[in-house]
């Protein structure tokens, strides 16, 4: 009685015009698609912002070059990188050169520390050029340059690169003539157990390219010249990692392997340049975890070996570990080359012999100018101190004049004490300038964010008021219009160069201005059920929205989540509830508790659930035709999983193809096309499984069926744009279904840190882009099925519902994002605000998506080209 008292007062308040705007059907269209149209925007901008805030990139163009002092100990430096060797197992079974090498205190030796994403091209990056990867660089595989940056090859006087072509082009493309760099077939890079012998033709084809070149006439040209460096990309010990794994046989049997051909190498170039002139640098770009993967943070990916023999170097056979970027400088010093402009590395001038004191004094004091051009660079970026030089950089100078006076009055000691103080004093300068603005950044983006919750609400509960208040719209309009150009203008008359700042204020501004526009025009109202239901529904809600929260940080908490759901579909119904659903949403509370899928294959319980599926189709299918079908492809699937068939070339391939195909096959009530979409996408998902992930997608395929059967296919709606806290807890239960998807077999790391066998039974020769598109049509399959449901369930108001509870969401999880920390810590609050803030654009787009899947059907195509056919006729 209460809400239709509401909505009569809400609908009396309307104006002729107001109901006039209603009638008009195109009205109410645009304004649909300008609301979607800044939706979109905003997610956009708070995606894109927290992480520009929190990593912009630290590449800064035209930087001065410092000049590197003369005398330097090595003519030149060879760079060997074991793609993939961790250092636990080079400790563990040291190959017996290098180990000579650390035992007979012939060099240096020490662990490199990586960061975070640990891939091959951040890696090469760090050692290269001394910086950590631009994060944009993660949106093209770290394939190509998004941004150019300088690099120690760069630097040099001559490069000659050889190894992988996912590797060598990155330093070759778009550089000087100085660097040269030859590459094997891609074809090589095949991931494929069953080739073990054609694996370490990828380290030897790199060797005797180097022989070969040794025995041209450009060797004989640059015998005697400076600045040279040689860089060996070695692919051979990541692709048995991957494919055998970093503790088998094999693995151990390529990086002895390397270490015969490092010694052949250093044997025949000691014999041809002069001896005592050259130094050698052994290191990996990144380790792996035992399973054969890498991505993450886990200290067997993040610890990788490093090894320094030769001229100029100390002979202690001490450890010193150092960071990964720190091996730039070090080998710039080493060569006597600039020093990378971006490079954020520190020399470790502890790695050099006692003959060269002076002279590493004098690079130390080189790194220092370069950190101090960046913290100078940074500052005028960020407009710090008003575009004005800062007592920082004021600071930073005197400690480099001070260094060059103990330099001039030949106290190096004093100078090298005395650089190492100002080395530490430039990275915290250079960290605070590039932290400058972080806190009014997120303030813009918190206020945008509260200003689009509150369009979001009024959008889902509001009514139009009875009286337009034309007056203080208009105010309104001209006050935050004035704001918007006021602070524009200010930016222009401004000596800062960075529209980074006044960007994020406008769209702030904005926000609230469509906010308030929205509160003027709008009152929301309330659907009020009886007292038991309203706080069921609102409790529940509440309850399921900490879930989630907590479910992002502890899987198990999902588990305590689905549960919860059962309760509350209990406490709603009033009639029993289906006995089907009770079981299944107790089956799909223990995926949770399962450990995370590894790349182990478990083919047992892939077959098992094959089993099942035929058994299901057997049970559950009336045609006769489409039971054959099916069976057929399931009898298949499973013969390429056991190997019988290999389906890379052509099985596996039409078996994903042809998957609409199948599905559009059925007719197109809804609960049969939800199990033609399940039988359809089981068999690529099948393929693409290690473990148990086929029984959860079954599992979930009978939770939908069944709650698709108690439900009702068209839920009654009451009259307005009324807030009803079903719409709010159903929404609640579709947010919850899609998180399980993403870990209920896993997590979101494993699309960084995949692994190549998942996606063996289509493709094994290394190709990052199709690998990755097959993974993540593994995870969206259980997604889709989702989306299907909600397609099938939803409204349009359970929809704003979603994404009004998503945004709620992504609130605290925007300033759990942070550059400090451990990096494992960084990368997981990344992947939770991710997730957090796609999590309800995913599902309406899936719902968008799942519409032809439902309502496609073939025969009716068929018929109607039959029909169109005789009526020709």
Sequence with gaps: MYTRKLLDVASRGLSDSEKHDVDKPWVKTGSNYLFGLWSLIVHLILLWGVLDVNFHSPIIKELPVVAAPHGAPAKRVFLFVADGLRFQTFIDKPPLYLRSIMKNNKGIWGVSHTRVPTESRP???????????????????????????DSIFNQSHFTWAWGSPDIIPIFTKGSKQNIHGKTYPSAWQDFDANLNNQTMRLDSWVFDAYLEWLHSTV???????KGIIFFFHLLGCDTLGHAKKPYSKEYTENMNYVDRRIEEIVNVTERFFKEGTTAYVFTADHGM??????GSGLTSETETPLIIWGAGIESSGHRQDVEQASIAPLIASLVGIPIPVNNEGLLPWRYFDSDYHEYVGRALLSNVKQLAHQVTGNRAINCGNGGHTDWREEQLNDKIRKIEYYFDRGDVTEGIREGDAAIIFAKEALLYFRQYQRTRFLTYLSIMWFGWITILFLK????KRQYRRISLLLLTNIGFASLLIITLMGHIVSDCGSWRLPCYA???????WLAVASMITSTPVFAIKNERKLLIEIGGTLFLLVMLFIGLTY???LSIGMLSTILIRRMQSENAQSPMLLWTSLALCVFPLL???????????VIISICLTISTVVLLETSRALKIMEILRLVITGFVYMKFIDGRYWVSWIILLTTPLCIWQYPTDVKTRMLGITLGLFCPFALLSASYEPLFLLT????LYCWLTVAPTTLKRSKGNTLITEDMIKAAFFMLYTLLCFFGTGNMASISSFDPSWTRHFVTVFSPFLMTSLILFKLSIPLILVGCASHALGTKSISLAVLFLGDCLSLPLMYSVTPYGSWLDIGSAISKFIIAISLPCLLLLLQCLSHPLMEVNLKRFQVSLASQKTHIV
């Design 123 to 149: 890696g090469h990056v760090a050692i290269a050029a001394g910086l950590y990867e631009d994060p944009s660089a993660i949106f093209k595989g770290w394939q190509e340059n998004p941004v150019d940056f």
């Design 219 to 225: 060797a004989d040209t640059v015998r005697d010249q």
């Design 289 to 294: 975890t035992d399973w054969g993967s890498h």
């Design 460 to 463: 889902i509960a509001g009514v």
């Design 506 to 512: 406008s769209f702030a501004i904005i926000s609230v």
């Design 555 to 557: 899987r198990f908490v």
């Design 595 to 605: 450990p995370v899928v590894e790349p182990y294959p478990r083919v047992y319980i």
């Design 700 to 703: 979930l395929t009978g939770n």
